[in-house]
């Protein structure tokens, strides 16, 4: 076993240990139900349900618009596709303050609904809770049924065409099948993705109709500190996240990380007018939605900025540093993980280890690492480390997922002509490791910056006023109604969020060439 591989052994251990030991504390904590109350019920139907309801939402909207972009080629299609992948990397906060600017009081939408003598509609409650969700699920939705449509073989389809089939036909002999292959495995991811909801429910749920089980993880937490109540719930979301995670692993998803969006696959049978028109139509709305809510925010912001207290600038330079120390941190243990799993004979332990965090919530590691710290420190002094720990966790299966992929192509290509010819540590890794995973490296360490510049989790359970985010002072302007210095603050966010994802992602590529 190489050192590399033993330092990856080595990191898996020490992931795995570090996400066991607070599940353990929140299990310990709860003891029995017995502190659970009648109210907690309804929290857990409600979060069930609400993630049944987005899931749905998001696959059913997201077949169209996934249909519509396999079948057309045309200018703009790239962007397209790019802007189905921002609503992943974008703060939560800032996409919950543009649908406040559209769907909410004063938003758009009721303007135009008493302009024609309409009641207005209420964003806040489980309508705005599920509304935010397909907001974030169905772009994702979209790009998953879209590779799994430029799956189907062309061959398939030239056959189709010659046998005259029309798109019924087409849909139910070639469509159909495939989505009942993949669309059950993305229901399951979103709906994993529902249930671990904090932000949202936090900004537009609440009430005893609209309660996640995270929320009320938080709530008992921070209003009523009954860490007992907050462990009970903890763990009955962890045991919904790992149900929901063995039954996803179990189900089909397309694979291959978006490679292939940019093409179209040729068809015969939407060639008419009435098809062109309707695949125009979904593709347009699809766009509308995800973009009016995050220009309205940022298209005001930017009058705002210079109105930003000193207070925003000091939470963007915290945000900063857990992005970068955040990105780094994964790399250290993602890249010698990903080795390990390749080349040991333990290395579908390793991978697991290192996917674990799939199943836990950000609140629940919270909870389990407040009770460890408790009785040895005040835990609000480790705010901050404590978030950038959380972070690196819940970033490490996406990291993983990037680099196991390359570092197998890397040992099958270069594993036995770097073995012949002595060549191992740092030669290795300067001359062949470095060139060729450069990319995976850059995309990784990117969203996870991204991903902790935006989090709005743990923090919250955590952090005193000198120790605030960017994103948790959002929040707290978003609830104080200084709207136009939120979306000041947003606008910085998602510069800073979005920049630092660019900044990793194409620095590597413009290095590599």
């Known amino acids: 076993m190489t050192l590399g591989a033993r330092l990856g052994l080595i990191a898996a251990l020490c992931v795995a240990g570090a996400l066991i030991l607070p599940l353990i504390a929140v299990v310990w904590r709860a003891e ?23 899931a749905g939402l998001s696959v059913l909207l997201a077949i169209p618009v996934a249909r519509a972009l396999a079948r057309r080629q045309f200018a703009g299609r790239g962007a397209v596709i790019l802007i189905l992948g921002a609503p992943f990397i974008l703060p939560v906060i800032v996409a919950v303050l543009g649908l406040i600017a559209v769907f909410g009081r004063s938003g758009v939408v009721n303007v135009a609904l008493a302009a024609v003598g309409i009641d207005p509609v209420t964003l806040y409650g489980p309508q705005g809770v599920i509304l935010a969700h397909v907001f974030f699920n169905m772009p994702l939705a979209t790009r998953l049924i879209l590779q799994g449509w430029l799956a189907i073989p062309g061959e398939r389809l030239r056959l189709a065409a010659t046998l005259g089939f029309a798109p019924p036909d087409t849909f139910r002999r070639l469509e159909w099948p495939m989505l009942r292959s993949v669309v059950p495995g993305i229901f399951l991811v979103i709906f994993l993705i529902c249930t671990t909801s904090f932000a949202v429910a936090l900004a537009l749920g609440g009430g005893p109709r609209a309660t996640t089980v995270e929320l009320a993880i938080y709530q008992a937490f921070r209003f009523d500190f009954d860490l007992s109540r907050a462990a009970i719930l903890g763990g009955l979301q962890l045991i919904l996240g790992v149900g929901a995670a063995i039954l996803s692993l179990r189900l089909t998803l397309p694979s291959g990380l978006g490679a292939g969006l940019d093409r179209a696959v040729p068809r015969w049978d939407s060639a008419s007018p009435l098809l062109r028109a309707q695949d125009a139509v979904v593709i347009a709305l699809a766009c509308g939605f995800l973009l009016l809510p995050i220009v309205l925010v940022l298209g005001e912001g930017v009058w705002h900025l210079t109105a930003l207290p000193s207070s925003v600038w000091l939470a963007a330079v915290r945000s900063l540093a857990i992005a970068l120390a955040a990105a780094i941190l994964t790399l250290t243990l993602a890249l010698p993980m990903a080795l390990a799993v390749v080349t040991t004979t333990r290395g579908g332990w390793i991978e697991v280890a290192g996917t ?12 389990g690492l407040y009770i460890l710290l408790l009785p040895l420190t005040n835990p609000v002094k480790l705010a901050l480390p404590v978030t950038l720990f959380v972070n690196v966790v819940l970033a490490l299966p996406f990291a993983l997922r990037a680099l196991i992929p390359a570092m197998r192509d890397l040992d099958r290509d270069f594993g ?14 300067r001359l062949v490791a470095i060139p060729r995973l450069r990319r995976p490296a850059g995309f990784a360490a990117g969203l996870t910056a991204a991903l902790a510049a935006g989090d709005l989790g743990v923090i919250a359970l955590f952090a005193s006023p000198d120790q605030a985010t960017l994103p948790l002072v959002l929040y707290q302007l978003m609830g104080s109604y200084r709207l136009d210095e939120a979306k000041a603050a947003a606008l910085l966010l998602v510069v800073l969020s979005l920049g630092l994802f660019w900044l990793f992602e194409r620095g590597t590529r413009h290095a590599e060439a």
């Open 356 to 367: 674990l965090s799939i199943a836990a919530s950000p609140l629940v590691l919270g909870t």
């Open 416 to 429: 036995r002509l770097s073995t012949s010819l002595g060549m191992r540590g740092l030669d290795w890794v």
């Open 32 to 54: 029995t139900l017995s502190g659970f109350k009648p109210s907690d019920a309804g929290v857990l139907w409600f979060t069930l349900w609400q993630a049944v309801v987005s």
